[in-house]
């Protein structure tokens, strides 16, 4: 991620990503904020005033549906799918949205499960489904996280927008 860069966080809970990814693409970049559930975008915006981070944030509700046709095609550099598989059944739908967004290249990063989650994400079938979807898997990387404000190693997996 890198300064102009217009990233894409889908299910971004209560914006424990969004200060850092705001930081990385400012000044002119942006960072699209979508979650469907209205009390954890107001924390996003809460952190929002209290960091108030360099880089555009746009935040946007949802209603539960997987498409954002707000978003052109291929108008994206990066999008995050965090700790929210386990609670998506349609992740064929959700992943075609995704390569649709990103431009040829962009890159799609995956956190299957966060701690608490672990076991319930069935990664054969995630790997199957982003080939599908137009993805190919570049590498994996452990990485400090966040979760509810409790600090956790985490896997995420890095694809590349075929
Ligand atoms: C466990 S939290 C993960 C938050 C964040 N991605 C992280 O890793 O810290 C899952 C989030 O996904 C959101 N979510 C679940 N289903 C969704 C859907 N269909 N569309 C948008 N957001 C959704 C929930 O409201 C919740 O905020």
Not at 125 to 133: E, G, I, S, V, Y
């Amino acid at each position: 991620m890198k300064p102009g860069d217009r990233i894409l966080d889908f299910g971004c809970g209560t914006g424990g990503y969004v200060i850092p990814l705001a930081e990385a693409v400012a000044p002119n970049g942006e960072v699209i904020a979508v979650d469907k559930n209205p009390d954890n975008l107001q924390e996003v915006k809460s952190r929002l005033t209290k960091y108030n981070p360099p880089g555009h944030v746009s935040i946007r509700k949802t209603d539960g549906r997987l498409h954002l046709k707000w978003i052109k095609d291929g108008s994206l550099d990066t999008a995050l799918v965090f700790d929210i598989l386990h609670v998506i059944d349609d992740w064929y739908t959700l992943f075609t949205e995704m390569r649709r967004v990103l431009r040829r290249d962009g890159i799609l990063l995956v956190n299957p499960a966060s701690l608490s989650h672990k076991g319930e994400v069935d990664v054969a079938r995630l790997m199957t489904t982003l080939r599908t979807c137009g993805f190919i898997f570049e590498y994996s990387l452990v990485a400090k996280a966040w979760h509810y404000r409790q600090p956790s190693v985490e896997e995420i997996f890095v694809f590349k927008a075929d």
